[in-house]
C-alpha cells in the first residue's frame, strides 16, 4: 500500500482484496481478479467504479471446472457485472470475447483499441460514446466525433518505443480507467512516461550486461510466451534464447503448443520444470515441451535443466556476443539475487 508492501507472493484473490479494502487509510484500490479467486471464494467486493478486461486468453481451461473458453468468459464477466450504474467498464474492442462483456455492464462502457478501423469502437464512437484508441503509434482519448492526443507512444518506458505491443495495448487500457476515474489528462501522461520497469519487478525487465542481454518475465502460458516472443523479435537481437517452463496444471495440448510456438521462434531452449510440479510427475511438462518444441518444424538447440536457476546459468555461461536471453521464471526472488550477482561482477 502507497510504497509499503504488505504482502509478498500471488495476492489476486479476495482475501487480499479484503485485506486492502479495509484500511481506513486506502483512498484507491487497484484489484487483480484471478479466475480462481472468483471460482473459489468470489470477488471480495460488492461494487466497482471501473472494471478492466484486457483480454481472454486460452489459460487455466481444466480448472476448477472450467473447460472451455466460454465458461471462462462467464466467470470473468463478473468483474464487469458489479461496476456500479454510474461506473465505467473498460473493454478491449479487439478481444471479441472482452467487448461482448459490454451487455453485462450496468454502468457504462469506454472501449479500447490498437486497430486504427476497429469496428466496435467505431459504432460506440458514433453513438457517442467514448475510447481509447491508438492511430500512428500515439494515444487518442475520443468521445463521440472528438479526439485528442493522450502520448506518443516512443515515450512510453514500458512499451520498448512500441516494440512491446501488449503493453501498448495495456497502456491504452490503463488510460481508460484513468480517465474514467476523472483523472487529468497532464497527470494520466506523467504516470505513464514515469511508469518503467522497475515499477513492474519480473515483467519485461531487461538487464544490459555487455555482450549479452537478458530480459526477465512471468510469462506462463500461451498467450504470455506469444507476446514477450513478439517483443524479442521486434528488438532483433543476433541470437534468441531462452529458458521456458509452463505450470503443470496446463493441459497437455496447451503445454505441447506453448513448446510449438518456442521451436518455432528462438535459437537456442533451455527446458526447465517449476518447483511446484501441481500433479504432474518430474520430467513430464519437460517431455511436453520438447515434444512440442521437436514438432515445431525447425531445428533450436535444446537442453533440459530442470532446475531455473541452473538452467539460467547454464544460458548465460554459454551465450555468444549479442545474445537476447529471455528467463520465463517461477520463483522471481532466486533469479533477481543472481542478477544482483552478475551486475557486480
Not at 89 to 112: E, H
Not at 172 to 181: F, N, Q, V, Y
Not at 184 to 195: A, C, N, Q, T, V
Not at 213 to 222: C, F, P, V
Request: charged fraction near 20%.
Amino acid at each position: 500500500m502507497g510504497d509499503i508492501c504488505i504482502n509478498a507472493g500471488d495476492n489476486t484473490g479476495p482475501i487480499s482484496a479484503d485485506v486492502v479494502l479495509s484500511d481506513p487509510a486506502v483512498e484507491v484500490a487497484v484489484l487483480e481478479t484471478a479466475r480462481g479467486g472468483l471460482v473459489r471464494r468470489g470477488l471480495g467486493y460488492s461494487e466497482a467504479v471501473v472494471a478492466v478486461v484486457t483480454n481472454i486468453a486460452n489459460d487455466h481451461l481444466g480448472c476448477d471446472g472450467i473447460n472451455t473458453l466460454e465458461e471462462l468468459c462467464h466467470v470473468k464477466a463478473l468483474v464487469v457485472e458489479t461496476v456500479s450504474e454510474d461506473g465505467w467498464a473498460v473493454l478491449n474492442a479487439d478481444d471479441n470475447r472482452a467487448a461482448a462483456m459490454a451487455d453485462s455492464c450496468p454502468g457504462r462502457v469506454i472501449y479500447f483499441s490498437c486497430q486504427p478501423k476497429n469496428q466496435i469502437l467505431a459504432r460506440h464512437l458514433a453513438a457517442g460514446g467514448r475510447g481509447v484508441m491508438l492511430i500512428e503509434d500515439k494515444i487518442y482519448l475520443a468521445k463521440g466525433k472528438n479526439a485528442e492526443v493522450l502520448s506518443d507512444i516512443p515515450s512510453l518506458p514500458i512499451t520498448f518505443a512500441g516494440a512491446a505491443r501488449y503493453n501498448v495495448a495495456n497502456c491504452l487500457a490503463a488510460a481508460g480507467a484513468l480517465w474514467a476515474m476523472g483523472v487529468d489528462k497532464e497527470d494520466i501522461i506523467s504516470g505513464m512516461r514515469e511508469f518503467d520497469g522497475a515499477d513492474n519487478p519480473g515483467r519485461a525487465n531487461q538487464y544490459d550486461f555487455g555482450s549479452y542481454k537478458l530480459l526477465l518475465d512471468y510469462g506462463h502460458n500461451y498467450a504470455g510466451y506469444q507476446s514477450v516472443l513478439g517483443l524479442i523479435d521486434a528488438l532483433k537481437p543476433a541470437r534468441k534464447v531462452a529458458v521456458i517452463g509452463i505450470p503443470g496444471d496446463r493441459s497437455d495440448e496447451d503445454i505441447i503448443e506453448t513448446g510449438r510456438l518456442c521451436g518455432s521462434r528462438l535459437d537456442m531452449i533451455y527446458v526447465k520444470e517449476d518447483s511446484d510440479l501441481r500433479g504432474r510427475c518430474p520430467g513430464q511438462v519437460a517431455g511436453l515441451l520438447v515434444q512440442g518444441i521437436k514438432s515445431s518444424g525447425s531445428r533450436p538447440q535444446v537442453k533440459v535443466i530442470n532446475d531455473e536457476l541452473e538452467a539460467l546459468k547454464a544460458a548465460i555461461n554459454s551465450h555468444l556476443p549479442g545474445d537476447l536471453i529471455a528467463m520465463f521464471y517461477e520463483n522471481i526472488e532466486p533469479v533477481q539475487q543472481y542478477i544482483k550477482i552478475l551486475g557486480s561482477q
